[in-house]
Structures are given as C-alpha cells and as structure tokens.
C-alpha cells in the first residue's frame, strides 16, 4: 500500500510563511508528478503546483511569487514553501502523487488526508 502524509499546516496571520512537507511510503517503484491542491469551504478542489520527475513546475497563477514547490526524490517527499500569505489561502491543502507501485504497473494517483492552512486577517 500507499501513503501520502502532509505536515506542516496551521494558523498563521496575513503576510507570514509555512512550509507543508508531503512523505509518499510504501511500494514504490517510480514517482512521475507530485503536487498540492486545496480546497476552501465551499469551493472545488483547485490545482497549487505540480513538479515533474524531471522537475518541471506548474503554478496557480494567483499563486505564482509567493509559493514555490520542491521535492526530495531521495526521500519520496514534495514541499510547499508559502510566504505572503493571503486570508484567500485559507483551505485544506492535499497533496498528490502519480507513481507505479512495480515496475509493471500502471501509473495510479494518491491522494494524501489534507492539511488546514488558515491566514488570519
């Protein structure tokens, strides 16, 4: 099996920073994109970042400046460093990874628990 677990979220006042971390274990074999999405009350789960394998990045626009996404390939694990942050960040922050578990198998989405980031005003 497959586990993804987010970490690094909290109550954080307008302007400051956090860093979410998200560690996939379990089998394995490759990881193809990582990245964070979130979804605020009420809205649709939206796109954060993504990287690559080969580390190319994607960022929400209205994001773009103030996050930046990074990986550790060695330990499985995908970063979300945020500054400036904007009572609009407020949501629960997931985080996601397509990987094959063998070599053989087909590339399959996970999806971690969610963390709550909340920027107070």
């Known amino acids: 099996q497959v586990q993804l677990v987010e970490s690094g979220g909290g109550l954080v006042q307008t302007g400051g920073s956090l860093r979410l971390s998200c560690a996939a274990s379990g089998s394995i074999f490759s990881i193809n994109t990582m990245g964070w999405y979130r979804q605020a009350p009420g809205k649709q789960r939206e796109l954060v970042a993504t990287?690559?394998?080969?580390?190319?990045?994607n960022y929400k626009d209205s994001v773009k400046g103030r996050v930046t996404i990074s990986r550790d390939n060695a330990k499985n694990t995908v970063y979300l460093d945020m500054n400036s942050l904007e009572p609009e960040d407020t949501a629960v922050y997931y985080c996601?990874?397509?990987?094959?578990?063998?070599?053989?198998?087909?590339?399959?989405?996970?999806w971690g628990q969610g963390t709550q980031v909340t920027v107070s005003s």
């Open positions: 996601n990874a397509v990987l094959r578990a063998q070599r053989w198998s087909n590339f399959v989405t996970y």
């Open positions: 990287i690559t394998g080969g580390s190319s990045i």
